[in-house]
């Protein structure tokens, strides 16, 4: 995986209002079916973490840990720890990266 492409390509899509952050958002895109993968970055909160791994695992959704602080910055939105990119090409895309 090459994270500064990916952060990079996430910044991209988060210009094209593909990205979703915060808890409560991305927690209702996960549950409505519109998220395509959900990243985390490493400094979020253990019962957060286990949340989303059971939530994104009941779902089928992806979910990607991003290291500490890099989520924020790469969306243009510091502080952020969650985000869930919306299903289409950029989300595909995205992916393959973080693969």
């Given amino acids: 995986m090459d994270e500064s492409k990916a952060l990079g390509f996430l910044g991209l899509a988060a210009r094209a209002g593909q990205v979703t952050s915060g808890d409560g958002l991305c927690e209702r895109e996960v549950r409505a079916g519109r998220a395509a993968l959900v990243l985390l970055d490493e400094g979020v909160s253990d019962n957060t973490r286990d949340k989303y791994r ?3 695992a ?6 990607y840990e991003i290291s500490a602080d890099a989520l924020g910055k790469a969306i243009g939105k510091p502080n952020r720890l969650i985000a869930a990119v919306a299903k289409g090409p950029l989300a595909q895309k995205l992916e393959g990266l973080l693969q």
């Fill in 58 to 63: 009941a779902r089928r959704v992806p979910l």
């Fill in 54 to 56: 059971g939530l994104c």
